[in-house]
């Protein structure tokens, strides 16, 4: 995974959370922590088992903290795919390892995100839904030139949500 992609994961994240508590209604059923926080489709579970395999070997050889922050970073990007606990796990792990870390911030605010309990309906949302298409961007197509287009059209968004 390229460092734009995650850094454009990042601003997707920061995104999600500034727009967070105006999703979703009280009273609908809340995702369990088993669960996995977006779904994917068969093609999509395949491509990312061979992301997380990836990951898992470059895992096994990572010496450099900075090749490892990158590799947790991803798996628990993979994980939101498959298990919402495994996520929170590998996110708190990047905050206990390198708590001053390129990914620290976006991994604080994933670990609110995933443990706020929202309504699985509230995923549905065009924000939820382009949200999860660009985080399977980023993993499944890291090489492309529009990856830093989008990047800074979400840092304006963000921007104009912290005003």
């Not at 898992?56 to 498959?82: D, H, I, K, M, P």
């Not at 001053?100 to 949302?125: D, E, K, V």
Request: neutral net charge.
């Amino acid at each position: 995974m390229s460092s734009n992609s995650l850094v454009h994961s990042s601003l997707w994240v920061l995104f999600a959370v500034g727009l967070w508590g105006c999703a979703g209604s009280p009273g609908l059923a809340v995702t369990l922590p088993s669960s996995a926080f977006f779904e994917a489709d068969t093609k999509e579970q395949e491509a990312l088992r061979v992301v997380s395999r990836a990951q898992e070997s470059r895992r096994a050889n990572c010496q450099q903290s900075a090749t490892c922050e990158e590799v947790t970073y991803t798996r628990g990007l993979v994980a939101l795919f498959e298990n919402r606990e495994d996520a929170i796990n590998a996110f708190q792990e990047l905050r206990t390892t390198v708590p001053n870390g390129r990914f620290a911030a976006s991994s604080t605010r994933w670990i609110a995100l995933l443990q706020g309990g929202q309504p699985a309906s509230a995923r549905q949302s065009p924000l939820f839904v382009q949200l999860r298409q660009e985080i399977l961007h980023g993993l499944l197509e890291p090489d492309t030139l529009a990856v830093s287009r989008h990047a800074k059209e979400q840092e304006r968004r963000i921007a104009e949500l912290n005003h």
